[in-house]
């Protein structure tokens, strides 16, 4: 167990709906970053928040959003859903700011099927 | 930019097999490198990882050590058990991780 948690487990819905993912980084963790893994395209780096402010953008699509909260959880929103973003959706934290050094402990995952 | 190649799979072997894994890198500056496992249904677990060249990582049997001179981080065991049936992603951290493809390897008694 990472101490990284999401929520929830698995979600289905259909095209063109808005759904929300949660997660809780480790205890004392200041850094979230959000990834989607798909089959075709594989890991990939979404977005990463530090202390509530954003710190990095990946392929993160304009549909897509995220923030961070004062209690340092963060939440991704997907909206107007396709049915190319079913895919598992990890959350990650780290201690600090997300030096080249620092692990990133990962979540369960969320598994996003829209039909 | 940054990237990851891990050699494709699938990967079977059987139990007491030693196991290779191939990962090279291509990346500006001197990032981290990592091997995380994902087991069947379950998240990413971190295996192993090393932060400067020549460091070597390690942990349960797994080793990799990381070679600027080949930019590659090959994981490798020497005896595998069923218990290692999983998917072996190699990364490299330079603020974000960029993941290699991922190995699937299956262990059979």
């Known amino acids: 167990d990472s101490g990284v948690t999401q929520t929830p487990k698995h979600l289905i819905t259909a095209t063109g709906q808005r759904v929300t993912l949660r997660c809780s980084p480790r205890s004392g963790d200041l850094s979230v970053y959000w990834y989607q893994q798909s089959l075709d395209q594989g890991l990939q780096f979404l977005i990463q928040y530090y202390n509530g402010e954003e710190r990095a953008k990946g392929n993160i699509l304009e549909r897509f959003s995220a923030q961070q909260f004062p209690d340092l959880h963060s939440e991704l929103n997907l909206s107007s859903l396709e049915l190319g973003d079913s895919a598992l959706y990890f959350c990650?934290?780290?201690?600090?700011?997300?030096?080249?050094?620092?692990?990133?402990?990962f979540g369960p995952g969320t598994r996003l099927l829209v039909l | 930019g940054n990237s990851v190649t891990q050699m494709e799979g699938p990967v079977t072997l059987s139990e007491e097999a030693f196991l290779t894994i191939n990962c090279t890198y291509t990346?500006?500056?001197?990032?981290?490198l990592f091997w995380y496992v994902q087991y069947p249904g379950e998240g990413l677990q971190l295996l192993l990882k090393a932060t400067k060249a020549d460091d070597k990582g390690s942990n349960k049997g797994f080793e990799a050590t990381y070679r600027k001179e080949t930019t590659s981080f090959h994981l490798e065991k020497g005896s595998v058990q069923v218990s290692d049936s999983a998917v072996y992603f190699c990364?490299?951290?330079?603020?974000?991780?960029?993941f290699g493809a991922g190995t699937t390897v299956t262990v059979r008694a």
């Open positions: 990346a500006t500056g001197y990032p981290s």
């Open positions: 990650a934290s780290s201690a600090l700011r997300g030096g080249i050094g620092e692990t990133q402990y």
């Open positions: 990364a490299l951290n330079d603020y974000k991780l960029s």
